[in-house]
Nanobody, 124 residues
């Protein structure tokens, strides 16, 4: 499975941005898709994930500001980000998990596939 992100960029505080990710091949059986991010000088942190059932999960830092949505038929996931602030500056990585069953959604070890990342920079 290959993941390709798009939609990053430079925005000002308070602006919105939408990230998109497509998994290929489209016939791949993806159970979870989501986003992690890595701020400058820090480790990777969970942002949001969506199960194939439509259940969504969010990190506390983005809850109420970010919305994740997935399309099972297309194997795509989007992240709509509102009210961005400089603390959201990071490289955002799309992730996917092709096995079902319970797992800790905010554990990066649970995702076998990662995109190359897209930079999001929020200026104050």
């Amino acid at each position: 499975v290959q993941l390709v992100e798009s939609g990053g960029g430079l925005v000002q505080a308070g602006d919105s941005l939408r990230l998109s990710c497509a998994a290929s091949p489209r016939t791949a059986r993806v159970h979870y898709m989501g986003w992690f991010r890595q701020p400058p000088g820090k480790g990777r942190e969970f942002v949001a994930a969506v199960w194939s059932t439509g259940t969504t999960y969010y990190a506390d830092a983005v809850k109420g500001r970010f919305i994740i949505s997935g399309d099972n038929a297309k194997n795509t996931v989007d992240l709509q980000m509102e009210g961005l602030n400089p603390e959201d500056t990071a490289v955002y990585y799309c992730v996917a998990r092709t096995t079902g069953g319970p797992h800790v959604v905010n554990d990066p070890r649970g995702y076998g596939y990662w995109g190359r990342g897209t930079q999001v920079t929020v200026s104050s």
